[in-house]
T-cell receptor
């Protein structure tokens, strides 16, 4: 079956611009996660959704970052007034439920470059 | 906040040699997961450990969860070039978020 998909695969933008990154989780997965991965680092937790609600957004670095999942399926990560330090690979993952003991299935990521 | 560290950061071995990466959490975990990320790829789930002292094997890979549920290890016997990649542990405390370790990058020379 289809895995987690993310679009675009690459995004180049200028400092100060607004970007949206999209994640399409595995069908039926209720839990969705966003991570940010810089070169040579492990994925850094940003936010997770259980259904439509953000169950934990403690990883969002500041109020320029916002994510939504209005219908409990597709999610969009939104970054306002981008900065060069936002450049990273943004990974999305989904799992069948947010409880402990569930593997996360990762998408291929969106590589964001802020010039 | 919770931190998860891994050592070594980087290791290269000759094909056929063994490899071990160690993972340490600053807090007690409810479970620990291991992921593998190939160069240019995304993390792929390998296994989850839940019980104190648990040991699980997958072919040449052996995973262990410490008695205190604060550390874990991954051992690969007789490495192959297909084992190349970065291995991440990821710890979870109850229903809290998954915190990934710093990763160990494995390079295998033929």
């Amino acid at each position: 079956g289809a895995g987690v998909s993310q679009t675009p695969s690459n995004k180049v933008t200028e400092k100060g611009k607004y970007v949206e990154l999209r994640c399409d989780p595995i069908s039926g997965h209720t839990a969705l996660y966003w991570y940010r991965q810089s070169l040579g680092q492990g994925p850094e937790f940003l936010i997770y959704f259980q259904g439509t609600g953000a169950a934990d957004d403690s990883g969002l670095p500041n109020d320029r970052f916002f994510a939504v999942r209005p219908e409990g399926s597709v999610s969009t990560l939104k970054i306002q007034r981008t900065e060069r330090g936002d450049s990273a690979v943004y990974l999305c993952a989904s799992s069948s439920d947010f409880t402990s003991y569930n593997e996360q299935f990762f998408g291929p990521g969106t590589r964001l470059t802020v010039l | 906040g919770q931190q998860v560290m891994q050592i070594p950061q980087y290791q290269h071995v000759q094909e056929g040699e063994d490899f071990t990466t160690y993972c340490n959490s600053s807090t007690t975990l409810s479970n620990i997961q291991w992921y593998k990320q190939r160069p240019g790829g995304h993390p792929v789930f390998l296994i989850q450990l839940v019980k104190s002292g648990e040991v699980k094997k997958q072919k040449r890979l052996t995973f262990q969860f410490g008695e205190a549920k604060k550390n874990s290890s991954l051992h690969i016997t007789a490495t192959q070039t297909t084992d190349v990649g970065t291995y991440f542990c990821a710890g979870q405390s109850n229903t809290d978020k998954l915190i990934f370790g710093t990763g160990t990058r494995l390079q295998v020379f033929p």
